[in-house]
């Protein structure tokens, strides 16, 4: 049930959370300077002043900083969560208590509480949606399509929800301009990889405390996030295994030392699975089947569609809770068992913290100014899918690069002339 209190409505677990969450909250900024700079640059410009602006987002450290620089842009933001595993309880917290930005989401809350907010956050009227996974504009464009009428555009942040703006925008009915935040450079190359990588080897071995050196890791899809958890997993000293079902991203793969094999034989000898496709059952009951017994499965892609677990569910016994985040399935026929991590939802935010905030920065410097974009480009915007300029992905890069105290060359005269010259050769 929502609660009105001070003067703002907000359903979280527990308002005494908020001392440690801004602590946290602080901890992550310091690793945020891009976001930052343009949390102060946007309190003297207020290019979002007036918007009704609803997020769904993991409710995280990072995301309570992107909160902050919304708000300090003159946005009135209204966070839900994006999944019902990832929310931080203490940051929802202190996004209410220190800040007044009003959240609704609680760690573990059913598939209809969650819905419940999707529905509650389209009531506000929103004119931005900063979405995540697509279920807040998918819900708009069923339930409440003439809320279209306020909107000035939405922003999304991952692939997932991409692939389904584009199917809205195949279909027809995406009438208005959506930025997607995923397609910058300075967004997938490191969020993707270099976040899911390491967050979600984290998920992992903090859900099981199990070592990985030494251990068979298959890696369900080689897109940027299956290289950054394949890489990651390397390190640690695992041996990778990678499926694919693109023939020039198996390729890859193998070039990157990888052993590629079809999903059906990699079940047989993998110890750890952890899927990163964007795609249904990719993991399904013949694979479990094959699986040696104890074997771990988890995923890490947006939705958790990834594990057929109604077949698991099917094929064992009620599962066993092990630990935090870790469920044993044992078969019906036979006490081999499967072992589940994170009910099979996105285990960097299930059992882990999501991506490290040095990552995040980039990505919601991106979503801040999207946001903005979206404003200054008001009524000028064709309805689809959009990707921001080159110039502001430069932009980010250049910044996050000043802030890391690197600096870089510049293309000489000499150099710019030849770039745009044809004539010479050998
Ligand atoms: N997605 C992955 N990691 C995240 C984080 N730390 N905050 C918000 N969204 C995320």
């Known amino acids: 049930m929502a609660t009105e209190q001070p003067s703002i409505k907000y359903d979280i677990k527990d308002i005494n959370l908020a001392a440690e969450g801004k602590q946290r909250i602080e901890w992550a900024d310091r690793e945020m300077p891009v976001l930052r700079l343009i949390r102060e640059r946007f309190e003297q410009e207020k ?27 003159g946005a009135e933001a209204l966070l839900i969560a994006s999944n019902p595993l990832s929310t931080q309880d203490d940051v929802a917290a202190s996004l209410v208590a220190d800040w007044g930005i009003p959240v609704m989401a609680i760690k573990g809350e059913s598939i209809e509480t969650y819905v419940s907010h999707v529905r509650a956050a389209l009531d506000t009227n929103p004119n931005m949606i900063i979405d995540d996974g697509s279920d807040v504009v998918a819900t708009m464009l069923k339930e409440k399509q003439d809320l ?69 890791v298959v890696v369900v899809g080689y897109g940027w996030c299956g290289k950054g958890v394949a890489m990651r997993a390397r390190g640690m000293g695992a041996n990778v295994v990678v499926t694919e079902i693109d023939p020039i991203k198996a390729i890859e793969a193998v070039m990157d030392g990888m052993r590629v094999l079809p999903m059906k034989d990699a079940a047989k000898i993998g110890d750890f699975f952890i899927t990163v496709t964007g795609n249904r059952h990719v993991i399904d009951k013949e694979h479990f089947e094959a699986m040696k017994d104890g074997a771990i499965v988890c995923n890490s892609g947006h939705f958790d569609l990834e594990l057929n677990l109604d077949a698991l569910r099917e094929m064992s016994e009620p599962a066993v809770k092990r630990r935090p985040f870790v469920e044993e399935y044992i078969s019906k026929n036979g006490g081999k068992s499967v072992i589940v991590l994170g009910e099979g939802r996105l285990i960097n935010l299930a059992a882990a913290e999501g991506h490290p905030a040095s990552v995040m920065d980039m990505s919601f410097a991106n979503q801040a100014l999207s946001a ?12 689809g899918v959009h990707v921001l300029p080159a110039e502001v992905d430069q932009e980010i890069a250049g910044l996050k690069l000043r802030a890391m105290g690197i600096n870089i060359d510049e293309l000489t005269p000499e150099m710019l002339e030849y770039m745009s010259s044809w004539e010479t050769g050998t």
């Not at 929800?161 to 199917?167: D, S, Y």
């Not at 903005?372 to 309805?383: A, R, W």
């Open 47 to 73: 290019p979002l002043a007036g918007v009704r602006l609803v997020a769904c987002a993991h409710i995280t450290t990072e995301t309570a900083n992107l909160a902050r620089t919304l708000q300090a842009g």
């Open 148 to 216: 279209v009428q306020n909107l000035i555009g939405t922003t999304e942040e991952t692939t997932t929800g991409i692939v389904r703006l584009k199917a809205m925008q195949k279909a027809g009915v995406l009438n208005f301009p959506s930025i997607a935040v995923n397609d910058a450079q300075t967004k997938h190359f490191f969020d993707n990889r270099y976040g899911t990588g390491q967050s979600t080897l984290d998920g992992v071995i903090r859900a099981t405390n199990i070592l990985l050196a030494g251990k068979t």
């Open 372 to 383: 903005e974009y979206l404003v200054k480009n008001k009524g000028s915007l064709e309805n």
